[in-house]
């Protein structure tokens, strides 16, 4: 779609927009970040509720009020208390602690395989889209079995057989997101690529790395960095279903998925308690990401500005 | 028109070539070996392990065993089940229907929801109806479909007593006591895929009321009604048919996870069973035809394309 421009990327003398006047400076720190708050307010919640979730995971060992493997037989299948915030398991385990050490696992996953997927995903997709010709159609035609590919399937066929790695989950999970990311990036790449400062830069003599690394890349960013944030969302969703199937992490570890799976499954009628949480974790946090993905494509690019 | 069906065609089988290549190998290069697998659980001894690796092809190097793999697959034959002796290609026929019912009668019932929601939320833009309606899919893209569904059957039994019927009965042969059983995932399936619909079709609708030709067209004197029917819809259908391809194999992963919910005997149970057997043959088989059925899906698109845009018919 034409409407992917990136803002960044166009004419100084169009209004700037917010998202250009924070990245030039010019103001004081303090007061640019007022000035996001006031333009994306609920973005900012969301992503204020994203970093405590973030830090509550990451932190988890300092912050979990309990031993996320601690078994009390007498405390089982708590409702909410003062002592258990979100009640105990079938097995009497904290799940508050289960759920921050969940989030440690799954976020994890996700912002590794993200982060594999988006940095392959860039480096093929500029290049595809900076030097078309042949090498181009192959990397179309690669991005068609891609697109084809059905991530969750192929995820539990695998880690199924070759026992449950981590690293592997990873790696197919990052397979999965490769093809929307290679698409993205070549998009914006021919985008870019058809701007004079390219022919400009070329006339100067830079060579193909120098145009794709200096010039391409930092004003083809935009619709990457919003996919990649979108992508999170989509990675934590492949990995919460696959752990709620039973083969992703492995248990007595925590995990999201799992914690919805069997383990709240079979006590749902008497503690539906149990599955509220570990879901309400996923949704707030997938929610989170589609929302600053949203609020990011807004900022880069005003003219989709509520599209 | 012709050849572009014709190159659209080709595109797709080898598109299915290379996600079989991609398949195939995926499941060679599993370290360790999948008769080890086998074995340890089936305690063969080392002349049964020798025998299954010989029928399996797994002696030959990769492009060998590939190439015996496809041709037997292009006659319809995708083996035996390692465990049942069933020939794979009769039992991913019969489960087939079912999974495709699931996945049609989800996306009838996701366009339903989005089609009103999207025009909607694009002719009252910024206005309430919109934020409602961005609220709305914005909620569906966030919530883990498995979760929906497991909390509508454990609830729909808790409160409401309601559960569906047990045994799976066909809709060709009983297409009542099947609808009871199909209803209530494929709405929560619709609700779920409605919220990606509803966002592409919004902007896509606003993409185009702010081209000139919309102008022109109203300052012609076309009504509202009809602008919106012969020009605003018929122009955005192009992205919102992608975006049904492109959710394909989404709507077939979570097939997955919504047959084993409602125990719906499908393809996703299918190879639940077959990863749960460690059936080698059953999971390879299905993941092919799974990226085959999306091929072919995005090949529908793609030919929807010549239809929905003349251009499109012409250029090609």
């Not at chain 1, 930092?218 to 969302?233: D, H």
């Not at chain 2, 697998?37 to 063969?44: G, K």
């Amino acid at each position: 779609m034409a409407s992917s421009t990136p803002a960044s990327a166009s004419a100084p003398e169009r209004p700037q927009s917010l998202a250009q006047a924070v990245l030039s400076g010019g103001t004081s720190a303090a007061l640019r970040v007022a000035q996001v708050v006031r333009r994306y307010p609920f973005p900012c919640l969301m992503a204020l509720v994203l970093l405590l979730i973030g830090l509550g995971s990451g932190l988890a060992d300092l912050v979990a009020p309990a031993d996320p493997l601690a078994i009390n037989p007498r405390e089982r299948l708590f409702g909410p208390t003062t002592t258990y915030i979100m009640g105990t398991d079938a097995l009497g385990r904290d799940v508050f602690t289960r759920v921050l050490y969940g989030g440690r696992a799954s976020l994890g996953v996700s912002i590794a395989s993200v982060g594999i997927a988006i940095g392959i995903s860039t480096f093929v997709g500029l290049v595809s889209g900076a030097v078309s010709g042949w090498l181009d159609v192959l990397v179309q035609r690669i991005v068609d079995v891609l697109m084809a590919f059905p991530g969750l399937i192929i995820v539990i066929s695998l880690t199924a057989f070759l026992g449950n790695s981590v690293g592997l989950l990873i790696v197919v999970i990052a397979i999965a997101l490769l093809g929307a990311g290679i698409r993205v990036a070549r998009a914006a790449a021919i985008q870019v690529s058809s701007q004079p400062y390219i022919e400009a830069a070329r006339t100067l003599g830079a060579g193909q790395a120098r145009i794709i690394g200096r010039h391409i890349l930092p004003n083809a960013m935009p619709p990457i960095l919003v996919i990649a944030t979108a992508q999170l969302g989509i990675a934590i969703l492949i990995e919460a279903s696959v752990s709620f199937l039973g083969y992703g992490i492995q248990p007595p570890a925590a995990s999201w998925g799992f914690m919805l799976g069997a383990e709240a499954r079979i006590h749902m009628i008497e503690q539906p308690w149990l599955s509220v949480w570990p879901g309400l974790a996923i949704f707030l946090t997938v929610f989170s990401f589609n929302i600053i993905g949203d609020a990011l494509r807004d900022a880069f690019d005003p003219r989709l500005r509520g599209a | 028109m012709r050849g572009y069906l014709l190159r659209r065609l080709l595109l797709a089988a080898l598109t299915l070539l290379g996600i079989s290549v991609l398949v195939a190998g995926m499941m060679r290069t599993l370290p360790g070996d999948v008769v080890d697998v086998l074995a340890a659980e089936a305690f063969y001894d080392d002349r049964e392990k020798e025998r299954l690796r010989e029928e399996l092809g797994l002696e030959d190097p990769f492009f060998v065993y590939f190439g015996k793999w496809l041709g037997a697959a292009l006659q319809g034959d995708f083996g035996e089940s390692l465990r049942t002796q069933r020939s794979v290609g009769d039992d991913l026929a019969r489960r087939l229907d079912v999974t495709m019912e699931l996945a049609i009668l989800g996306l009838i019932i996701a366009t339903t929801i989005s089609v009103p929601l999207g025009i909607l939320a694009a002719l009252r833009r910024s206005q309430w109806p919109d934020y409602v309606a961005r609220s709305i899919a914005v909620f569906a893209l966030a919530i883990p479909g498995f979760w929906l569904a497991t909390l509508a059957v454990v609830f729909g039994a808790k409160w409401f007593s309601w559960s569906p019927p047990l045994g799976y009965q066909p809709i060709w042969e009983a297409p009542f006591t099947n609808l009871q059983q199909m209803w209530l995932p494929a709405l929560l399936f619709g609700l779920i895929l409605a919220g990606v619909q509803t966002r592409i079709l919004r902007t896509a609708l606003l993409d185009v009321l702010r081209q000139d030709y919309m102008l022109t067209a109203r300052a012609k004197g076309l009504s509202r009604l009809l602008l919106l029917r012969r020009h605003a819809l018929r122009n955005s259908l192009i992205p919102f048919v992608t975006v049904i391809g492109v959710q394909f194999p989404v709507v077939l992963g979570g097939a997955v996870v919504f047959e084993l919910i409602f125990a719906l005997p499908g393809l996703g149970a299918y190879l639940l069973d077959g990863i749960a057997n460690r059936d080698y043959v059953v999971v390879q088989a299905v993941n092919v035809w799974i990226a085959g059925a999306v091929i072919i899906t995005n090949l529908l698109v793609d030919v929807s394309y010549g239809f929905l845009d003349p251009r499109i018919r012409v250029g090609a």
